[in-house]
């Protein structure tokens, strides 16, 4: 889920608006801007950049689904769990590195908060799975709230406290609905791919901004979406997920603090922004990319925002893990912050004006 | 902040004083051109992508700032059953489970298709007779209250399940043209006790929520002004206020929020929602919403949210932003918005006032704004009526709805929805919808030849 912090942009607008107040009741007519680089390269590599993650996704998700259903098959079989719980963290790090572009599918169709609600309403999961409802994936997607699937739902059947849980210990009731929940997950994960590749999908709508067809007005809209998709997922991992179990030193607000995957998260999650920065995922896209036209413009910021990115991985591996037992960790906690909300204020500041002047 | 290339040189080349705007009649129409951009005064963003509903006020500072984000995390946090460590205290009956779940993006929630749940749209319910105590209230429907919750937690029985179904019809334009329109019709099913054969059922789709500190902030004696109950002038358009029950000051307010205007602050929108919509009891409403219901929760934990998050979330959705027009000096645009004039339309989405004060709230007093509406009740035709009156607000009158933004819809939310229940698929078939007081209005849209009628929509998209 995507708390819109944004502690740091709040303070950039002033400095903008009282400009902007100046003019408001000014007889001058806009001068219409012409528009003077052709980001189509750019937009095209980054939706596949985009679709590349989906893909990861939901082929990941789908591998998780096996061997979750593995563990029902093999019953007591700890080998089995343990794979499950691989598969769960192998299916977590491209979610996460697609938290830099959850604009689109992922909010329009609800998709977010189904595949990644927080908190677990372990109250209710707990009456289910103690009643003789048929745990079926369409009574968990239709019958229960998004807070009894997704990411975390299934992270807190399959680990406890960082380990993946005794094999003995699954219920025949939680291996149903470790299967209907994933499921699910799985569908979302699909979803979310079909709705970004398909003909017509989201990539093609915004690979093709400005073209009057699109939604996107001008592909300048489409650059700035993809820069503040960057801004707004490094405001999140910053000053929401980091910031609120630490500033409350309360264990129960960090996410992934089942499988202690928390850290690995918010490293995943400034990826998302450096895959977003470079126009590659893994093997795919080609590179041409923001990065691209900030070296053009000015190839100082562009070095100064990569080597931020970097700086801000290592910043965040540098916590003592797990993150939820290294709350009091204060050096280590504020300088990842620091560092994610470096990108943040350079983005906004330097990176922005590029494509708006 | 997005401030486009446009802005950019504008600051370049124009320094004029801004002065003038807030001496000038809250109700004289339309500044120069590019006034016209600042939608919503010193809250205007110039914002064109998915989050240009989603951005704080640029005149917050400092602790006002820090305020709204608290309410930003208010808005999104996603209730779980009680007993919980965090976010405790949903239903037991619901109709979703955030805020941000039936407004997202702080934009326009939507109808289900054929037979499905519905998600970000809810039902209004009552029937005929008075409130015990609130003279003009709807009065409660017995054991369901005023509004129905089709979920619930585990082991409690939604109130009822309501199915959906699409009507369609078809719209002749003078020129041969014809759309397709579609209307809903609504079945209460599986009700957990006997449905009242008398119940009355207003559906209601969960409306953006972004500049609505501006609204709140227009003084009542703006709305006297622009109201015509009798329609003395003699235009066919009355416009009337609806003085609605204000829970804080115990006495009728004009009632400025939701579809029939039936919420006169945001504070008591806000509380209303959260035990409404969440079944989340806070000190303004301090039961569950199936309070004295055979289903209650019997928990002793009510309010199960302090005041503060409730004036959180209240000052969040006081001060979001207002997403700038664009394209505002296209021709065709233009042309658009007089024909705009010219057919009626702005009788009612009035293009612009200015703010009185709204107490606490400075970032949204004093401000020139265009919002396009007069914040009244019109009766809006029977093919739109919900048949359900509330407080002064007969069936067919719905409180004109504000147009600002509107044209950012389809990229923020997805789609373009529209009217209380949804049935408009684009701003064409909403205004074919258009009755009553209305109707010459929309005749005169439709007589239009099909490029005139494109110019509208381009105007409005623009909005």
């Known amino acids: 889920m995507k708390p819109f ?86 299916a977590r790090s491209p979610w996460e590195k697609s938290e830099a572009f959850l604009f689109g599918p992922a909010e329009t169709l609800s998709l977010d908060p189904s595949l990644d609600s927080w908190p677990v309403d372990r109250g209710q999961l707990d009456q289910v799975l103690a009643s003789s409802e048929e745990l079926t994936s369409d009574y968990v997607r239709n019958g229960l709230a998004p807070t009894l699937r997704g990411f975390h739902t299934v992270e807190y059947l399959l680990f406890r406290e960082g380990q993946p849980r005794n094999a003995a210990d699954f219920t025949a009731r939680e291996m149903e609905y470790l299967i209907a929940a994933t499921t699910v997950l799985t569908e979302d994960a699909e979803t979310l791919h079909t709705e970004w590749s398909m003909t017509d999908g989201y990539a093609a709508e915004f690979a093709s901004a400005g073209d009057g067809e699109s939604r996107y007005l001008t592909q300048e809209d489409a650059m700035i979406e993809m ?95 797990p993150f939820r037992n290294n709350l009091d960790k204060s050096a280590e906690i504020e300088a990842a912050q620091t560092a994610i909300n470096t990108i943040f204020t350079t983005l906004e500041d330097d990176v922005k004006p590029l494509i708006t002047e | ?87 405790s205290g949903l239903g037991p009956v619901y109709n979703n489970i955030s805020c941000a779940a039936c407004h997202p993006s702080d934009g326009r929630g939507m109808p289900p298709f054929d037979g499905q749940a519905m998600e970000s749209m809810l039902l209004r319910i009552s029937v005929p007779g008075s409130h015990p105590t609130i003279a003009g209230a709807p009065k409660d429907v017995p054991g369901f209250g005023g509004q129905l919750a089709d979920k619930a937690l585990f082991g409690v029985q939604p109130e009822a399940k309501p199915v959906l179904t699409w009507m369609h019809s078809s719209f002749t334009f003078p020129d041969g043209e014809v759309v397709s329109l579609r209307k809903p019709h609504i079945e209460i099913t599986d009700s957990y006790s006997p449905w009242p054969s008398d119940a009355m059922v207003s559906p209601r789709v969960a409306p953006p929520v972004f500049g609505r500190g501006l609204l709140e902030a227009i003084s009542e004696t703006t709305l006297q002004e622009l109201a015509d109950p009798t329609d003395a002038d003699g235009d066919g358009i009355s416009g009337k206020i609806n003085m609605v029950w204000d829970i804080a000051s115990s006495s009728y307010l004009p009632g400025r929020f939701g579809w029939k205007a039936e919420q006169p602050t945001l504070l008591q929108q806000t509380a209303t929602a959260y035990v409404q919509d969440m079944g989340v009891s806070n000190p303004v409403h301090p039961y569950d919403n199936a309070e004295g219901q055979p289903q209650e929760d019997n928990l002793s934990d009510d309010p199960e949210i302090s005041m503060q998050i409730v004036e959180d979330a209240a000052f969040y959705v006081q001060t979001l932003s207002v997403p700038a027009r664009r394209n505002v000096e296209d021709e065709d645009v233009e042309r658009g918005s007089q024909l705009f004039s010219q057919i009626g339309c702005g009788a009612c989405h009035v293009s612009s006032v200015v703010t009185g004060s709204l107490a606490d709230v400075p970032e949204v007093s004093q401000q020139r704004i265009y919002p396009y509406t007069d914040m009244l009740l019109h009766d809006m035709g029977d093919e739109l009526s919900d048949n359900r009156p509330s407080f002064d607000a007969t069936g067919n009158e719905w409180r004109t709805p504000p147009l600002w933004g509107i044209g950012l819809t389809r990229l923020v939310n997805g789609h373009e929805y529209l009217l209380h229940d949804g049935r408009a698929r684009d701003l064409q078939e909403a205004i074919l919808w258009h009755g009553g007081e209305a109707e010459q209005s929309r005749d005169a849209y439709a007589s239009l030849d099909k490029a005139e009628r494109e110019k509208v929509l381009r105007f409005l998209r623009s909005l």
């Open chain 1, 5 to 90: 912090t944004h502690f740091l942009t709040k303070s950039l607008l002033i400095g903008a608006a009282s400009a902007t107040i100046l003019v408001s009741c000014s007889d001058d007519d806009p001068v219409t801007p012409t528009e003077s680089y052709d980001y189509t390269a750019i937009l095209g590599n980054y939706s596949d950049v985009v679709v590349g993650t989906y893909s990861d996704l939901d082929q990941s998700a789908a591998a998780l689904l096996t061997a979750v259903q593995a563990i029902q098959a093999n019953a007591g079989s700890q080998s089995h769990v343990d794979a499950a719980c691989e598969a769960w963290i192998a």
């Open chain 1, 227 to 321: 820069v503040d998709g960057m801004i707004g997922i490094a405001d999140e991992v910053a000053n929401g997920k980091i910031a609120d179990p630490y500033d409350e030193n309360n264990t129960e607000l960090v996410e992934s603090q089942f499988s202690y995957n928390s850290l690995l998260d918010f490293a995943d999650n400034v990826r998302s922004i450096q895959n977003a920065w470079n126009g590659t995922y893994g093997t795919l896209g080609n590179g041409t990319s923001l990065l691209t036209y900030v070296t053009e413009k000015d190839p100082t910021i562009a070095a100064a925002v990569t080597s931020l990115i970097n700086d801000a991985i290592l910043a965040v591996e540098n916590i003592p893990a």
């Open chain 2, 1 to 87: 902040m997005r401030l486009s290339i446009k802005h950019t040189l504008i600051l370049a080349v124009s320094a004029v004083a801004f002065t003038a705007c807030s001496e000038d009649d809250p109700l004289t129409p339309i500044g120069s051109m590019d006034d016209r951009y600042y939608a919503g005064g010193e809250t205007t963003v110039f914002s064109n992508t998915t989050q240009g509903f989603a951005v704080p006020a640029p005149n917050l500072t400092g602790e006002r700032l820090s305020k709204h984000l608290d309410g930003d995390l208010a808005f999104e946090q996603a209730f779980v059953s009680a007993p919980a460590t965090v976010n």
